[in-house]
């Protein structure tokens, strides 16, 4: 094996970096603060001359995830980037991506709102994506970096996720780990799938390669009939059941013998994890657990460690989201409280530590 | 069941005249044996028999991808016998950029009606086409909503009647009817744009010639391609499919008229 190359980057720079070498074959963006550096250094790494992957800058985030929701379902790794306002405009193919089993990574590094909001980082977008965010019962797979390495890292584990499932997965990341620079280990070159790769693994996909042997394949959400509208809800719960079951993430610093902990993903698990340091520092018995996958969200773990510890304290960047999984994961048993700040501030550790001692 | 022939008295079977010598027309093999579920006297079942016959003789059924809209033409993937994708409601171009760039040895179509191409898809419409993705709209004009029911389209004619203008399309309430084949030829990406229709066997042999060199220009790769069929819609239009034909020889041509409006070969 080749030794490792590494390179000091910001994460919207590393997703472009990844998304070449772990075999992507298409990128569909559109350009929007605090993410524009995804498409910019897509668009000075050419890579259509490289491994051949395609790069598109689309007329607006509608089209863009359009993009993905048809080169999707021809069973090429495709992906696109936005940030929260943009990421709002594309639910409706997310939705129809969900409902059609098309695999696809959509990238949102968060900033505030409502609306048009702030260029500033925010976790806000904790619910949208966490609740599926377009119209009909379905989820999305979400994984929430919370640092640069974990950005490239999770484009590959990403598409592995979307296509195992044929789903859309989302990395939920914000504009700090967007933003900030990181030295990172580029994850080893694996080329593109071929023609005949391609059908292996996705015999499903509308890719215009008719077999006689079998029908031919349709990418859609539709169906008219009742009874057969259900069967596919059921068939897709049956899959979020095996997803919840299978692609639970997280990690957990100091819980074993902790008094009081944090919970906290992305860049707040971050901020958390020097406020815990400062808070053992005076002596305070505080853990930090940090959910990777948001949905499947890491229930039975919060569940467990709630039978042992006085209280937990949610630290987001919103104004209490994830909050009501956790409290939901405790059913109670044990105090959890919230504490974020909004509109594009970002908390300071000593304020984290402020808020864990009025428990 | 078995038919009388006067032929020096000759009862003659069924199965004596169905012989490939005898066959004159056929069903293309594309297209599949089920019910549509398009109205009597609805352009879209003349417009599918016509793409099936070009996918079929360009030998490019295993190498297609269509991109259904929604709207009348969203059941299109149950009749041709090829790979679809289903868009939402006026994507279909964002799918087939997608689609031919993926895969550029693919026959990559979209088929779509006004509401769809004209209306919440025409930013998709204008910017695939400008692109120049090497793709073919095949665009469904028939001045209404058919699938909801007969509401405003964006091609609908001042002065027509539908039932969300019940008195008639009005400029001051309504705005005017959108040419986008018009504006189509303008763009620097679009290799052929042309508007058709399929209301007599002539027009339906030229609107298949229309469809063939869209075609062959998408995997020639000059650019987008726009072929406009004006369309009736007897039950939109409440009208018998005969007096729908001559409704839109009187009405839509005016306005629409039918012919080439670019072709960068012809240059």
Redesign the interface.
């Known amino acids: 094996m080749d030794k490792q190359e590494i390179l000091l980057l910001k994460g919207n720079e590393a997703i472009a970096h990844a998304a070449i070498r772990c075999g992507c074959d298409g990128y569909f963006g559109y350009p929007i603060t605090p993410q524009s550096e995804v498409l910019e250094t897509l668009a000075e790494l050419k890579p259509w001359e490289t491994t051949g992957m395609i790069v598109v800058q689309a007329e607006s985030e509608v089209a863009s995830i359009n993009m993905l929701y048809g080169g999707g379902g021809t069973g090429k790794r495709v992906m696109t980037s936005s940030s929260s306002v943009g990421i709002a405009l594309m639910q409706e193919g997310i939705s129809y991506m969900a409902g059609a089993e098309v695999p696809g990574l959509i990238v949102n590094v968060q900033r505030g709102g409502p609306g048009l909001g702030t260029i500033q980082p925010s976790q806000s977008d904790y619910n949208q994506a966490t609740r599926g965010g377009g119209n009909g019962d379905y989820e999305v797979i979400v994984l929430a970096p919370a640092s640069v390495q974990e950005m490239a890292d999770f484009v590959d584990e990403g598409f592995r996720l979307a296509f195992k499932y044929r789903t859309p997965v989302m990395m939920l990341s914000d504009g700090v780990i967007g933003q900030m620079m990181e030295k990172v280990i580029l994850p080893p070159f694996k080329p593109r799938r071929t023609e005949a790769e391609i059908i292996a693994e996705c015999p499903w996909a509308s890719i215009g390669h008719r077999d006689k042997t079998k029908p031919v394949n349709v990418i859609t959400s539709l169906e008219l009939d009742p009874a057969e509208m259900e069967k596919k809800n059921l068939h897709l719960q049956a899959k979020y059941a095996e997803i919840k079951k299978n692609e639970v993430k997280y990690e957990m610093h100091d819980c074993d013998d902790a008094d009081y902990i944090f919970v906290a993903f992305g860049s707040a698990a971050r901020i958390s994890q020097k406020a815990m340091e400062i808070a053992r520092g005076q002596g305070l018995k505080v853990g930090l657990f940090r959910p990777i996958t948001l949905w499947p969200f890491p229930t039975e773990a919060l569940a467990a460690l709630s039978q042992k510890v006085k209280g937990f304290l949610t630290v987001e960047i919103n104004a209490g989201q994830m909050v009501y999984d956790v409290r939901s994961a405790v059913e109670g048993r044990c105090p959890v409280r919230h504490f974020g700040r909004l509109g594009g501030i970002v908390p300071d550790p000593d304020e984290i530590v402020a808020q864990l001692k009025k428990f | 069941m078995s038919e009388k022939v006067n032929n020096e008295n000759e009862t003659v079977g069924r199965e004596a005249i169905i012989r490939p010598e005898n066959l004159v027309y056929a069903k293309p093999e594309l297209l599949n044996d089920v019910h549509m579920h398009y109205c009597p006297g609805c352009s879209h079942g003349v417009v599918h028999k016509l793409i099936a016959e070009v996918i079929d003789e360009m030998g490019m059924?295993?190498?297609?991808?269509g991109?259904s809209p929604v709207g009348c033409g969203?059941f299109a993937?149950r009749y041709i016998?090829?790979?679809?994708?289903?868009?939402?409601h006026g994507?279909a171009p964002?799918?087939?950029?997608?689609?031919k760039?993926?895969?550029p040895d693919?026959?990559?179509f979209t088929y779509q009606g006004d509401g769809d191409l004209a209306c919440i898809g025409t930013?998709?419409t204008i910017?695939s086409l400008n692109r120049g993705d090497n793709i073919t709209i095949i665009f469904i004009n028939n001045a209404i909503y058919g699938m909801t029911g007969g509401q405003m389209a964006p091609t609908t004619l001042m002065g027509m009647k539908t039932s969300t203008c019940p008195y008639g399309r009005q400029a001051a309430i309504h705005g005017y009817p959108v040419k986008m084949t018009e504006i189509a030829a303008q763009l620097e990406g679009t290799a052929y744009v042309t508007r058709q229709s399929v209301h007599t066997v002539a027009a339906i042999r030229k609107a298949k010639k229309a469809i063939r060199h869209a075609f062959e220009n998408s995997m020639a790769g000059l650019g987008s391609n726009l072929v406009e069929i004006v369309s009736t819609c007897s039950s939109g239009w409440k009208m018998t499919p005969a007096k729908a034909n001559e409704w839109m020889v009187e009405h839509m041509f005016p306005f629409y008229p039918i012919g080439d409006l670019k072709d960068i070969q012809s240059r």
Request: hydrophobic residues 55%; negative net charge.
């Open positions: 059924a295993d190498k297609a991808i991109i969203v993937y016998d090829i790979d679809w994708q289903e868009a939402a994507r964002a799918l087939a950029c997608a689609c760039r993926l895969w693919r026959l990559v930013a998709e910017h």
